[in-house]
């Protein structure tokens, strides 16, 4: 299953996703948060915390401005660019997936 969440800003799509993340990595689903805000703080509510949040965007920030590698695949994302949060939820926070992988 794939959810997104959009919306105008500050209508609640982080705080929502938050909870949706965590409610579901709680009941056993295997959850991958994807934070691609221009502002990113999935993070923060998420609770991973702000150090980790801030490593994460800057690992994004290093890869848009051509500083770090593009990861080829789905679980290089996640490998180079996740972190793990709260009730089994993994977090990466990314631009754009050039090449998904179907599935």
Avoid: Q
């Amino acid at each position: 299953m794939k959810i997104a969440v959009v919306g105008k800003g500050g209508a609640g799509k982080t705080t929502t996703s938050a909870v949706l993340a965590r409610t579901l990595g709680r009941r056993g689903a295997r959850v991958v948060a994807l934070d691609c805000d221009t502002n990113p703080n999935l993070g923060l509510s998420l609770g991973v915390g702000d150090s980790e949040t801030e490593r994460l965007v800057t690992l994004r920030e290093e890869v848009d401005e051509g500083e770090g590698a593009h990861a080829p695949t789905w679980d290089d994302i996640l490998d180079r660019y996740g972190a793990d949060a709260p009730d089994g939820v993994r977090l990466s926070v990314i631009t754009r997936i050039e090449n998904p992988e179907p599935g």
